[in-house]
């Protein structure tokens, strides 16, 4: 019988938050079982409304919407990302420099399939948004890790950064606020990457679909307002910031030194036409999610939803014994680290499934954001603290109890 194989491309892709714990946790669903999951940042299911006014402009552009928009996106859309870039200090941007997508995902894999070609190497972090990596990878890329410190809050190690640079590496990906650590670079770390990024004429590419979701009065920092001389490709988006990831919407903005930057452009927009346009629905509303700040402020500020759970979490996860974890500024996302002695670790992704199976609550295990050591693993803190608090006291029961 003549078989289908995945394609080779796919061979070294690595996305390892799918898996053996997702397909116990899809069993268990199926055999009717409540699995609480605490493993995917995706506000809707717990509680989190589509603001009316965004109900409203999106409904009313349905009607006026006329099809294909230019493969960049409706001009309405580019034109207020571009403001909201000029608000944040990003200079030299214009509405050809924006592309928008089917959500950052697309623009992620269209920014690495548009550059790389076999041998090349981008800096990625450890732990990462899983997606870079595999995209690098899919792109015929390699990527190369630099660790994420978490002795010192989770901030970008520089000097290991540093140590991995060649004369293969083409970029630098910074995921700031950070996708699993929730963590929030100060104005000098970004200094200081920028700074090596400038040294090797390396191209920064930013992912700042948090930066609407910072907490404490802290102020996100756009890393290409630091890097005017550098090629900067910033990542944002709507899914996280305004609750709707279904309506799959995101952009990409090239700023700073277009003119390296010619033939690589032209790649981006040959990819770009290839897929017509992103959705345009969702785009009429881009230009409302910018401008009006308040839709998310409240969740963030005391007896907001993202702020209460995130004290309640971070409170409950340290009070654990063998579990420590630093608290984060931004996103909704913790990563806290297990003692590998006490429990007698070996295998993180065991550990979320044997979690699983006993509590019935789906985490991810740092190997998933790879993450090299089997001491770590994610928690969405998106549900109502009443929620978490049953997920909570479940893993302080089991830890008490489990060793591997
Ligand atoms: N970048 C980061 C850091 C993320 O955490 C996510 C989603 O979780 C994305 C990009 C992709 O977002 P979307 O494709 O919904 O815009």
Redesign the pocket.
Known sequence: MKTYEKSQKLNNVCYDIRGPVMDEANRMIAQGMEILKLNI?NPAPFGFHTSEKLIKQMSENLTNTEGYSDSKGIMQAREAIVKYCKKKGIENITVDDVYTGN????L?TMSMQGLLDYGDEILVPSPD?P?WTASVTLAGGTAVHYICDEQSEWYPDIEDMRSKITDKTKGIVV?NPN?PTGALYPKEVLEQIVELAREHELILFA?E??DRLVMDGEEHIALASLAPDLLTLS?N?M??SHLI?GY?C?WMCLCGNKEQAKGYVEGLNLLSSMRLCSNVPAQSVIDLVLTDEELTKEMLVPGGRIYEQREYVYKALNDIPGVSAVKPKAAFYIFPKLDKKKFNLKDDEQFALDFLKEKKVLLTHGGGFHWEEPDHFRVVYLPEVEVLKKAVEGLGDFLSYYRQ
């Open positions: 940042g959500g950052v995902s697309e992620i948004y997606l995921i996708n992912d679909i948090y990542f988006g899914s996280k990831a799959r995101g």
